[in-house]
């Protein structure tokens, strides 16, 4: 088995064209900011439904081979040095439809999307059923980045609340129901954004890039 890609290359704080806002956005103004728009998902969910494959295999894919575009998206700090990883891991929950609960689940990102379905399936062949706040009983890399679903309802604004200040600075991405619109299936998609690290130009590209991929799935479904 390949090893987990937990690559960390750190910043050097004093040439690093971001510093004075990410000093301004972490020390003197500490902001984040929330984004939601609408994805069409209709190609995308049409040759998953061909090939019978789980949508939300499809989705987590997407965005974590977006993540991987864009560097601003994958800072974090490790062992008190300021870096960028490689890749996000997509951390994402699955729902426990005899109690209501939920767990918490994570899967290897590959840039290969047949091997990452291959991935989450086994994930969710061993784990699934595991109930707790974390379903896979094996310690979760630095890497890690909330991509979640609500497929309950379609919202226009979704916002978590963190209850501390973070030292990680990956954006926190939660899609919602779809809906139909038009002859076309639309899912809300909602994206969290640190200021310090990303403004609206970079979570306009991340949200650019998933729509790009979802509008052409014949370029990787089948890679």
């Known amino acids: 088995m390949q ?17 004075q806002y990410f000093y301004y956005f972490t020390k ?5 900011y929330s984004l939601t728009v609408e ?8 040759a998953a439904k061909e090939r ?13 081979r977006q993540l ?22 997509p951390s994402y929950a699955v729902f426990h439809d005899n109690d209501k609960t939920i767990s918490n689940m994570w899967t290897e990102y590959s840039p290969s999307f047949i091997s990452f379905l291959a991935q989450y399936l086994n994930d969710r062949t061993l784990y699934a059923e595991n109930h707790g706040p974390s379903a896979k009983p094996i310690a979760p890399p630095p890497n890690l980045c909330m991509v979640g679903m609500l497929p309950w309802v379609s919202f226009t604004h979704y916002s978590p609340v963190p209850y501390q200040q973070s030292d990680c600075y990956f954006p926190v991405i939660e899609a919602g129901k779809f809906f139909e619109q ?3 299936t639309q899912m809300p998609l909602s994206v969290m954004a640190q200021h310090a690290v990303a403004d609206g130009y970079h979570t306009s590209t991340l949200f650019n890039g998933i729509q790009a ?9 089948d890679q």
């Open 3 to 19: 090893e987990l890609n937990t690559t960390f290359h750190p910043i050097n704080f004093e040439t690093w064209e971001r510093r």
């Open 28 to 32: 003197m103004l500490p902001t984040g």
């Open 39 to 46: 994805i069409d998902i209709t190609e995308t969910r049409n």
């Open 52 to 64: 019978g494959i789980p949508f939300m295999a499809a989705y987590l894919y997407v965005v974590s």
């Open 68 to 89: 991987s575009a864009q560097p601003e998206m994958r800072i974090s700090t490790l062992d008190n040095q300021l870096g960028t990883f490689d890749v996000l891991h």
């Open 182 to 184: 038009n002859g076309r």
């Open 213 to 221: 991929a979802f509008l052409s799935p014949q370029e990787w479904i």
